[in-house]
């Protein structure tokens, strides 16, 4: 067992709190702000755990729960990419690999953190997979009870995000089936939602 620092425990939690400052373009719940970093992670990793218990997939929780905690920890230091952004898309893989990078300088002695970064950014388990595809069906979810708030305000074509969600997704069946129900709740009043 080693002694306590609190200066290194003070330096992870300014990261924490730079992890907190990085705002994403989906809303919050109050609509009056955008949603940050570490929201999303708390709303998607709570999401997978639901799902995995309501739906018995028979999953790691523990590995669910450290993935959906660290799975846009890089985003501390590369920021957000919005999914419709193709300038800042080009240059996300090496903007995240720098920043885990970085993380791993700064904080070497937390090993298990930069365990977890790696094996979730392999998918390489069913579990990094799951929260994957959990990730790119909260945003749906987010817009479908705000009204299309965020898709109005970006103007998101609501064609080309179907197509986009159902190739990121379609590799967990639970997943996709929970995008194709709420699609099909969506298309009847897609003029609520969207703007075209």
């Known amino acids: 067992m080693k002694q306590p620092d609190i200066k290194r425990a003070t330096e992870f939690m300014r990261l924490l709190h730079t992890f907190q400052s990085v705002q994403r373009v989906m809303f919050a719940p109050d609509l009056a702000r ?5 929201e999303h992670s708390y709303t998607l990793t709570l999401l997978c755990w639901y799902l995995n218990d309501s739906l018995e997939l028979g999953l790691d929780t523990n590995k669910l729960l450290e993935y959906g905690l660290v799975h846009d920890f890089v985003e501390v230091y590369a920021g957000d990419t919005y999914v419709f952004d193709q300038k800042r898309k080009e240059t996300k893989h090496r903007r995240e690999e720098e920043a885990r990078l970085r993380i791993a ?6 090993k298990s953190l930069h365990e977890s970064i790696e094996q979730y950014e392999s ?3 069913p579990e990094a997979l799951f929260v994957y595809a959990v990730d790119k069906l909260v ?16 103007k998101v074509p609501r064609k ?11 590799s967990q069946e639970q997943v996709r089936e929970l995008l194709e129900q709420l699609i099909r709740e969506i298309e009847p009043h897609w003029n609520e939602f969207f703007d075209a």
């Open 34 to 38: 955008k949603e940050n970093d570490v």
């Open 160 to 170: 080309e995000l179907y197509a986009l969600k159902r190739e990121t997704i379609q």
């Open 139 to 154: 945003p749906m979810l987010t817009n479908y009870l705000q009204k299309g708030h965020a898709w109005k305000e970006m």
């Open 105 to 110: 300088r700064e904080f070497p002695e937390f």
């Open 123 to 125: 998918r390489g388990s």
